[in-house]
């Protein structure tokens, strides 16, 4: 008995030194585990996280491979990013195609890669956009030219040896300030989440299917996994009218795709057959895909392909209330995008799942959550909601695909407004912005006036003219502009009259103008998108834009002014053109032929809202603009395409004028362009130079006009408001 004891002891002994010594092991080596919130006052916060660990020798000799997330997890804007670089401008610099010269350090840089299509999209987008800056002492974020959407090592895209191609980037800097695009990561079987391949280090990700418990919240940006024949530029409009009845469609739940039968994602997507009824509850799954699915399927495979195989994808879609977004794989799934677009309703089974850009889109307005683990409570759930709440989320549907899913540039752009959101001083749009239409990436933060969709109380009740003055003519009391301005001062809406006068030669002198009572001033910049610019000058919401040789009455000034308060979100005037489609040549044709509809209401006589200045200077592609000023042409075709492409709206014209200028123009005036053969031509190679910009057409056409009550009707001229309207030539 006494030697039992002694051994137990000795035992208990042994165990106690044993936990002692690897406690203490232990102990010991989470003394390295880094945490920004409690550094030193001396650690220099741009020294990377493996400098502080280790050492600067030993990192650059690649023999120490810090665990994965010994650093990210902790990452935080104001620990893992430099405001500093963000101080003056909030650009982009996207690295030079990987193996160049430019960008990379020391030697040995490896072969040129040819990024993947849906990549490439991404770099197109941000090079060609307002972001973008070629100059990264003046970026704010960097881009990676190395494709990293794919990190499944078995896609043909996965693009290997990445550690060593980011150790020879000038300004890699441990991932500080750089934003890694990231669609798929992990392999068969297990699809681990974190598997880039790669240490990200600092930077922040722009990633798929994130999980709430991976997602580093307000640094990370989820985005949506897309197809790589998603769209890069305008994207396809949701399928959703206005108006969409019945509410309830020939289906109340559907979905149609593949399921697994064994690994990650195989339990939601094998249980779908418990719930299929095939009256309107339609859930169908097959077994076929993959090289080795006939080895692997299981007893209901047979059963489950011929269900399939009955019903059209694209059928389905389109006729049922909700849509079934299961996991895949991995939690993210194509069909959330394209169930968006459809205006099915999302009902997602995909527990943790993080949604896109769930930072700033309130998903609880357009989808429904269920939960994998109960997944028989599904039919109830979806029953229970009420004909209101479905005609809401389907709307809901349709404003988040348009605003921020529908092409790749709107995906990208969001996840860089999002960032931009998150600087020290930077304005920040409320839900409200983000959550209804036209969206936060049309409405500038730093605008203090009021937009164009926003009105609830009356508009103003005077407008700013603003004359453009190019040709040079003249001033006399007979040329158009003198005229013109005259007009201007016999409208009681007038508030002020700014002329830009865009000729090299000087102004003519105040004294030369027209007596006024109201303020007139002149200024001289040229430049043809100067018209446009957010003057200082203009107080006002109402903007009517003219051209110096426009011939417009007071009372067409006046009434067009009344019918834009009703329309402040439209551009409303009076000379209409129109766009159309040429079979024979392939491409967009441009006409002022008159016929029963149009596209464009010029601005050389028109009322358009304050705030489109602000999106034509601020917000338009570079490449736009440079086109209208190397072409000194087509400014107002493309405020029309601005003005279109934000509200999704056509102009409005107003009478029947057609002509807004004096043919042939008055001895002793300048040659208008207007006269000129090649105009013409020139407006239509804008016209497709702009589409091919913005990604498609934004021209909406309308066969609308708007005329004055008791216009042309045979009353008495004293019953009429605008009674000079009649005398006015077409």
């Known amino acids: 008995m006494q030697a039992k004891k002694r051994y137990l002891l000795v035992l208990l002994s042994c165990a106690f030194l044993a936990y002692c010594y690897l406690g203490g092991y232990r102990l010991k080596n989470d ?53 500093l670089k963000c101080s003056k401008d909030f650009r982009v610099y996207v690295y030079p195609p990987s193996g160049s010269d ?67 980037l000038k300004y890699w800097n441990g991932g500080r300030n750089h934003v890694i695009f990231n669609l798929y990561s992990g392999t068969w079987p297990e699809y681990a989440e974190d598997d880039l391949g790669f240490d990200t280090g600092q930077a922040i990700l722009a990633k798929a299917s994130m999980s709430i418990s991976s997602f580093r919240q307000g640094f990370d940006i989820s985005i949506p996994l897309f197809h790589k024949n998603h769209l890069e ?21 559907a979905f149609k795709g593949k399921r697994y039968v064994h690994g ?69 799934s194509f069909r959330f995008l394209e169930v968006l677009q459809a205006g099915c309703i999302p009902v997602l089974l995909s527990n943790a799942w993080a949604l896109p850009f769930s930072q700033v889109i309130d998903w609880n307005k357009a989808v429904i959550w269920a939960d994998e683990r109960l997944l028989l409570q599904v039919p109830e759930i979806v029953r229970s909601i009420s004909p209101t709440k479905i005609f809401a989320l389907r709307q809901q549907t349709q404003i988040l695909w348009n605003q921020y899913f529908s092409s790749i540039e709107k995906i990208v752009f969001t996840t860089f407004e999002i960032i ?51 040709l040079g003519a003249p001033l006399t009391q007979t040329s158009p502009l003198y005229r013109l301005v005259k ?58 834009s003219l051209d110096e040789d426009s011939v417009l009455t007071t009372d067409e000034i006046d009434f067009a002014f009344h019918v834009w308060r009703n329309f402040p979100e439209r551009v409303v005037g009076y000379p209409a053109r129109s766009h159309y489609w040429d079979d024979a040549k392939g491409s967009w044709g441009y006409t002022s032929k008159w016929t029963n509809d149009y596209s464009i209401v010029l601005t050389g006589a028109a009322f358009y809202h304050h705030y489109f200045n602000h999106l034509y200077s ?40 057609k002509q807004y200028k004096e043919t042939p123009p008055q001895t002793g005036t300048a040659r208008s362009p207007w006269n000129d053969p090649d105009h013409f031509i020139q407006r239509q190679t804008c016209l497709n130079t702009f589409a091919a910009v913005f990604g498609y057409m934004p021209l909406l056409r309308s066969n609308t006009r708007l005329d004055p009550v008791l216009f042309k009707d045979p009353v008495s001229n004293l019953r009429k408001k605008y009674r000079q309207i009649e005398l006015v030539g077409s």
């Open 102 to 168: 430019e960008g990379m350090m020391g030697v040995g840089a490896d072969m040129p890669l040819v990024p993947s299509a849906a990549y490439q999209k991404v770099l197109d987008v941000i090079t060609e956009s307002r972001y973008y800056t070629p100059d990264p002492s003046k970026a704010c974020l960097f881009v990676l030219a190395i494709d990293t959407l794919d990190r499944d090592n078995l896609s043909a895209d996965y693009v290997r040896n990445v550690p060593s191609r980011l150790q020879r």
């Open 31 to 83: 003394g390295y585990q880094f945490d920004a919130e409690e550094l030193p006052t001396y650690w220099d916060e741009n020294e990377s996280a493996d400098d502080y660990l280790v050492g600067n020798e030993v990192r650059r000799s690649g023999a120490f491979r810090r665990p994965n997330n010994i650093v990210n997890q902790k990452c935080r804007m104001e620990t893992c990013f430099d405001f």
């Open 487 to 544: 007009a201007l001062t016999k409208s009681s809406y007038t508030s002020m009259v700014v002329v830009i006068w865009a000729n090299e030669k000087a102004p003519p002198p105040k004294v030369r103008w027209p007596v006024m009572n109201v303020p007139l001033h002149i200024v001289h910049q040229p430049g043809t998108s100067a018209r446009f610019s957010p003057h200082p000058l203009i107080r006002t919401e109402a903007i009517l």
């Open 618 to 657: 601020e917000w338009l592609s570079p490449l736009l603009l440079k086109t209208v000023e190397q072409s000194h042409n087509c400014e107002d075709i493309l405020m029309n395409f601005l003005v279109s492409h934000v509200t999704r709206r056509p102009p409005i014209k107003v009478t029947q004028r």
């Open 420 to 470: 931009r959101e998150r600087l020290p001083g930077e304005p920040v749009r409320d839900g409200l912005m983000w959550n209804t239409s036209p969206g936060a990436l049309v409405t500038l933060p730093q605008y203090q006036g009021v937009y164009p969709w926003d009105h609830v109380s009356p508009m103003d009740d005077n407008f700013t003219a603003v004359i453009y003055a190019q």
């Open 233 to 253: 530029k305008g994207g396809e409009p949701g399928f959703v009218t206005t108006n969409n009845f019945p509410i309830s469609k020939k289906y109340l739940l």
């Open 264 to 332: 990650i994602g195989s339990e939601t997507r094998n249980s779908l057959y418990h719930l299929h009824n095939e009256r309107d509850i339609i859930l169908v799954t097959t077994c076929k895909h993959g090289k080795s699915w006939k080895e692997l399927k299981d007893d209901r495979c047979d059963e489950d392909n011929t269900d399939y195989d009955r019903y059209d994808y694209e059928i389905l879609l389109h006729n049922s209330t909700l849509c079934l977004v299961p996991r895949g794989r991995r939690l993210g």
